[in-house]
Structures are given as structure tokens and as C-alpha cells.
Nanobody, 123 residues
Framework: QVQLTESGGQLVQAGGSLNLSCTLS????????MAWFRQAPGKEREFTAA????????KYADSVKGRFAISRDNGKNTLYLQMNSLKPEDTAVYYC????????????????WGQGTQVTVSS
């Protein structure tokens, strides 16, 4: 059974940085494409960034391109999201997700989800 656990969310001022982590247990982490999604209050969960198992392909939502960087360490079973130049509109619960093959860009593309970590950006 795949279990995903996010960490690193906190309150930060606008312009600041955070690094989120997500660990996968229960299966071989290196077999999965991984992604970050986020859900702001009153809004639907939206795609943020994704990375293939071999780090060969990385995609970002336009809203975070140039500010966020997704990465993974297959030896540590860990996915990361480095977030820089944070804005109040980045405030959301951030979720990591895993799927068996290829990148996906919608909630329905992913079977495995973490519980989320709260990121709050104050102005």
C-alpha cells in the first residue's frame, strides 16, 4: 500500500521561500511519476508541478513557472518542491501525488495522495 506524507508547510511572508517534502512508503518510489497539487480555500485542487520517475521530464503550472522547482531523490524516497518568491495567492494546502506511468496534469490522473501540508503566505 502506497503512503505519501508531506511536510514543510508553514506561515511565511511574501517574497520568502519554503521547501516542501513528500516521502513515499510501501512501494518502490523510483517507479512512480510524482506531482504537487494545491488547493486554496474555496477553490478546486489544481496542478502545480510534476516530474517523471527518471527526472527526464518536468512540468509546471504557468502560475509557478520560474518560481517553483520540483525535484526528487529516489535514494531517499522523497519528492521536493522548492518555492521561491512566494505570493499571497500561493496560500493553499499542498498535496503530493503519485501515479504509475508518465506525467499527469489533473486530479483524476493520480491514484495516490498525501494528506497535505498548509502553506500560508502573508502580505
Amino acid at each position: 500500500q502506497v503512503q505519501l506524507t508531506e511536510s514543510g508547510g508553514q506561515l511565511v511572508q511574501a517574497g520568502g521561500s519554503l521547501n516542501l517534502s513528500c516521502t513515499l512508503s510501501g512501494r518502490a518510489f523510483s517507479s512512480y511519476a510524482m506531482a504537487w497539487f494545491r488547493q486554496a480555500p474555496g477553490k478546486e485542487r489544481e496542478f502545480t508541478a510534476a516530474i517523471t520517475w527518471d527526472i527526464d521530464n518536468v512540468k509546471y503550472a504557468d502560475s509557478v513557472k520560474g518560481r517553483f522547482a520540483i525535484s526528487r531523490d529516489n535514494g531517499k524516497n522523497t519528492l521536493y518542491l522548492q518555492m521561491n518568491s512566494l505570493k499571497p495567492e500561493d496560500t493553499a494546502v499542498y498535496y503530493c501525488a503519485a501515479r504509475w506511468t508518465g506525467l499527469g496534469y489533473t486530479v483524476g490522473d493520480y491514484v495516490h495522495w498525501g494528506q497535505g501540508t498548509q502553506v500560508t503566505v502573508s502580505s
